[in-house]
């Protein structure tokens, strides 16, 4: 009965759905205040029967209700509880309706917090979320309902959850990407509405950002804990493979702060207006473009969910509608925006654009990358590989200049900016960085590596630079403390994400740079000396899980001959499956890791064994953390909540 409520409840949901775009965009086009009004209280009804209906599955999975074919094929009753409800989003069908619930969710968010929205653009807001439900709804409800029933005989006991997703990250990565996946629907939803009303000023997009703000911050930690899992999970030691998958979220990411960027300009000079709407619509375009290539069976990937064409074919025709649609609606109103005057080539208009235009080209270069072996394959040119030589070669370098006009773009003023300002605020943090980069490789390594030192140049200048503009800033009021009280949140948020990016940025480097790993025949006793780390198996043997075995090894660990710590790899045997996986023992470290994971016995006193020396890989997720963290800041700025109370004041 209970998966039955939860179907009934995704089709309530259907057609609060198609309520929610006609009576609103009615009442927009009649001026009807309460057809208008009727958007709130539908968002409302929306949300609450996809709520209902994702309690239903995960009711589902905790009683083990095998009769629910979802459930029989990703769970079994041996699961810790924890990992049946994460069990839901484990596979296609639940994973999107986690997916809609999060659309809802980003639909009642707009409904509660957009009250400062004339009701006209809230409505047309609202309507376009509603609009994108009904595509994903009808997906889920035609091709992959989740509450499918195996009757009259269900099986006894489920299948079993995939090893690799018997892990915390399954549990915080899907939600939280899903959250930026989804959140760039309401900056999309902001840009259609722009377009149907056809005011695309400033106060557009200063209702836009804090909205586009908010899904890159999950997006960001979204990408970094799904590398974080890769690292520790599959087993390999890396981080990043340019896997079709990962290029499917980065992809967004990518765009995503070209947007938040472009919409900076618009909102303080005008500026960029149909470019930044380009932006909304190729973000959320981008989202969707993943979800196809995850969803349709032409990937083959750890990440990926489904291998149905008929799925594939649904996803595309609802892709091809939106871009399609919102692509047209721009070549009938963008002839009718009209941008403020023009700038100078040293000012921050100019610097803002650049990185865009730089953003934009990596993109391309990665979606080239991504879709050319999909290409290939189907015009019959062969089976075609793109590896991470071909991304590096593109990715590197144009990331190389975008940090250095990362600096440049806080220090230069609107419209012009005196290039003497350049030199007097950057100069010492230009020098200091410099000087630190050069002296890194004397005092971190053997040999000296140019490479390495241009890394922590360009990332320290970063860095130092962005807090030498923030310094600079302070000592030109009366006091430090009062010149960061000045400091608006938004601007202070946007040091903190550029300190980000010049962390993940040394990481990434060094990490590359100064790895050391080894792949090796381990027999008991037996030592792998890196650096000055001793790594000695001591003993293999059999431990249980709770729906698991596995071989266990023992393993000490030396630093300068002197004791540190023991570490134990696993390699367990799922007993549902019968899978076999890799669980690597990690010593975790501001400046190292220290890595090892079993493969395969080679014989009965020896086992294939691979031991990473990591230098500052935890940089890279620090980083991504402190990215998120400032676009957080951006977002908490109160001026967007004084302008939120400013109608009412002005009503009194």
């Known amino acids: 009965m209970v998966p039955e409520v939860g179907h009934f409840a995704l089709i309530l949901a259907l057609f609060f759905s198609f309520a929610l775009v006609v009576l609103p965009l009615l009442g927009a086009s009649s001026g009807n205040r309460l057809l208008m009004l009727s958007g709130r209280s539908l968002s409302y009804g929306l949300f609450v029967m996809v709520s209902i209906s994702f309690a239903c599955l995960v009711y589902a999975f ?63 807001v609202l309507a376009v979320m509603g609009f994108i439900s009904i595509g994903f709804l009808l997906f889920m409800l035609l091709t992959s309902n989740p509450f499918d029933r195996v009757l009259p005989i269900p099986p006894a006991d489920g299948s079993d959850l995939n090893p690799l997703l018997q892990d915390i990250g399954l549990i915080l990565h899907p939600p939280i990407l899903y959250m930026g996946y989804v959140g760039f629907s309401a900056t999309f939803a902001f840009a259609i509405a722009a377009l149907l009303t056809g005011k695309l000023d400033s106060a557009w997009a200063r209702w836009c950002r804090p909205w586009a703000n908010t899904a890159w911050l999950f997006l960001t930690l979204g990408i970094a804990l799904g590398s974080w899992w890769a690292y520790y999970e599959l087993g390999w030691g890396g981080w990043w493979f340019w896997d079709p998958v990962e290029n499917a979220s980065f992809l967004p990411w990518l765009v995503g702060t070209a947007l938040i960027h472009s919409l900076a300009v618009s909102e303080k000079r005008g500026l960029f207006k149909s470019w930044t709407i380009l932006l909304a619509i190729f973000t959320f375009s981008l989202s969707l473009l993943g979800t196809f290539l995850v969803r349709s069976g032409v990937l083959t990937s750890v990440h990926a969910f489904a291998n149905d064409p008929d799925r ?5 025709g609802f892709l091809l509608v939106v871009v399609g649609g919102s692509l047209a609606l721009f070549a009938l109103r963008a002839p009718v925006v009209k941008n403020a005057p023009s700038f100078k080539w040293t000012s921050r208009e100019t610097l803002l654009l650049s990185n865009n235009v730089l953003l934009m080209i990596i993109m391309i270069t990665v979606l080239l990358g991504t879709l050319y072996p999909l290409i290939a394959d189907a015009l019959n040119w062969g089976k075609i590989s793109v590896g991470p030589p071909y991304f ?47 002296l890194f490789p004397i005092f971190y390594a053997e040999g000296y590596s140019w490479l390495a030192a241009l890394s922590v140049f360009i990332g320290g200048w970063v860095i130092i630079g962005s807090l030498g503009d923030m310094w600079s800033k302070m000592r030109s009021n009366k006091s430090l403390r009062q010149g960061y009280r000045q400091l608006g949140l938004s601007y202070k948020g946007m040091i903190v994400a550029h300190i980000g990016i010049g962390v993940t940025a040394i990481g990434v480097c060094l990490n590359s740079l100064y790895s050391d790993l080894r792949d090796v025949r381990m027999e008991v006793g037996q030592v792998v000396q890196i650096e000055d780390w001793g790594f000695r198996l001591e003993d293999v043997y059999r431990v249980e899980g709770p729906n698991y075995i596995a071989d266990e090894a023992l393993v000490t660990v030396k630093h300068k001959d002197r004791f540190y710590r023991e570490m134990k790899p696993q390699k367990r045997r799922y ?43 935890r940089w890279i997720w620090g980083g991504a953390v402190l990215m998120a963290i400032g676009a957080g800041m951006a977002v908490a700025d109160r001026r967007y909540r004084r302008r939120k109370s400013a109608p009412k004041k002005a009503a009194v």
């Open 62 to 124: 905790v009683t083990d209700d095998f009769s629910v074919a979802y459930a029989a094929s990703h769970s079994n009753s041996l699961l810790p509880i924890y990992y049946k409800v994460s069990a839901v989003w484990g596979g296609h069908e639940g994973s999107l309706l986690l997916w809609v619930m999060m659309l809802a969710g980003w639909t009642l968010a707009i409904a509660i917090f957009s009250g400062s929205l004339p009701l006209p653009v809230q409505a047309r």
């Open 312 to 316: 594939g074919v649904f996803i595309l």
């Open 392 to 438: 590096n070669l593109f990715f590197i370098p144009l990331m190389g200049i975008i940090c250095v006009l990362m600096v440049l773009g806080p220090v230069s003023n609107w419209k012009r900016t005196d290039p003497k300002r350049f030199v007097r605020v950057l100069a010492k943090p230009w020098a200091l960085s410099l000087v630190v980069g050069l």
């Open 575 to 617: 007993l549902s499956g019968g899978n076999i996986m890799t669980e690597v023992a990690l010593d975790p470290g501001l400046f190292r890791d220290l890595y090892v994971a079993m493969g395969e016995p080679v014989s009965e006193n020896a086992w294939a064994m691979r031991v990473h020396f990591k230098p500052f890989v």
